[in-house]
């Protein structure tokens, strides 16, 4: 028999949590306004919600979040473009040489070079790739950052960047520039310059003018991009007509680009998918640092071991905490497949408790999860146009070792799966990440079934809500 915490167990947990993470948030906030080169991220404004951010905690020498991150390696994607497609010359890796917290509250991607002359370094992208601001909201990207520390000859090949990529990239490795990329922050051998670029359309040429894209540029304001910490921001705007994309650095604007500019077709292309997954990294060497240089780079009179250093990244959506999730009925006892539906507004469970959220918007959320569990959703309306995607609100205060699938079936709970994701400790049970799972294409009215798997007795997450697109 699996023991589960009770309701009220589960809730003093959620305080202590609540209480700690308070305190940790004012001594950062204390740190911050003394200026260290370790900040917290910065409050939520006022008329805005906080999407998702990583503050880059942990122990030094340890990895970035598996929960948040995932950690690319090698020269290129599986079946993807040589070279990530850029020229860039490095191998990436995970090794804590090349990335690795610092145990003050940063990340550094630190560029090496082995005795034989092979220059290694590290990139990473978000798990999550539905970043994309709400119809009427604009949606801010931001990190504070601190460049490689080195100029002159010993920065020739040294490529730092923040920027985001189009999430049908994942799999599909020969559709950019179609899908969109954003450049929040690039820099090339160790200038006092960023550069903030979009890249959409055909390649080469178009309406962004591939390869090069459309970018602006300036200095850092007040001291060096190299020498300091900056903010980086990226802005996408849908509560504009038309719509507007806008880079800024410690708050100045430097860039923007109307969607008055493009076609429908490149619009839509960069704009109408689930959204864009984010990315860190120093490349070395490439046809960005070439062209600035006039040659080759990396050269022999390049150094390594200068980290890009990287105090948060975070996330907000304008309107505050937005519209209360809702299920939209469709009929008798039905709800739209595409509408939010709240995991506590199931017509049936098995296993499962409801207790209160501290969840964006506030609410109830179903908990106690374990193997074997189940909900079930009474007349689920997907309509004609199939649905392929699935996505969950979840939280997960699991130990390590104890995970466990969310699975989507159809009028059975025995029904083979048409789709699942797997979700390990997420820092709490009341820490919350959506994340996304394809699914065989659904259309018509069915009965939904959320089943847990998990090869441990331990409960492994709680859920707040959930919904289907196409």
Sequence with gaps: ????PSTSRRRLAALAVALATALATTAALLTHAAGSASAAVPPTPSGWSLVWSDDFDGPAGSPPSSANWIVDTGHSYPGGPANWGTGEIQNYTADPANLALDG?????????????????????ETRRGDFKPADGRVLRIEGRVRMPDVTGQAALGYWPAFWALGSPYRGNYWNWPGIGEFDVMENVNGLDTVWGVLHCGVNPGGPCNETNGLGASRACPGSPCQSA?????????????????????????????????????????????A????????????????????????????????????????????????????VTPTGPGGVDARSTIQAEHHQAQSGTIVETTTDTGGGQNVGAIGNGDWLRFDGV???????????????????????????????SPTAPPVGDFAVAGTGGWQSWRTVPANISPVTGRHTVYLTFASGQPADFVNVNWFTFAD
Excluded at 1 to 4: F, G, N, V
Excluded at 251 to 262: K, L, M, P, Y
């Design 1 to 4: 028999m699996t023991s589960r």
């Design 104 to 124: 003050a509250g940063n990340l550094r991607i630190t560029p090496q070079r082995s005795a034989s002359g092979e220059w290694t370094s590290a990139r990473i």
């Design 229 to 273: 910490f900056h903010t980086y921001r990226f802005e996408w705007d849908r509560g504009v007509t038309p719509n507007q994309l806008r880079w800024y650095v410690d708050g100045q604007q430097f860039h923007s680009v109307s969607q008055a500019q493009f076609d429908a077709a490149t619009w839509n292309g960069m704009t109408g998918h």
């Design 275 to 326: 959204g864009y997954f984010l990315l860190l990294n120093v490349a070395m060497g490439g046809a960005f640092p070439n062209g600035v240089a006039g040659f080759g780079t990396p050269t022999a009179a390049t150094v390594p071991g200068r980290p890009m250093t990287v105090d948060y990244v975070a996330v907000w959506q304008s309107g505050g905490p937005g519209p209360t999730p809702t």
């Design 381 to 411: 309306d997907f309509g004609s146009r199939p649905a392929g995607q699935f996505r969950a609100r979840v939280a997960s205060g699991a130990a390590g070792g104890v995970s466990g699938l969310v699975q989507v079936r159809l009028d």
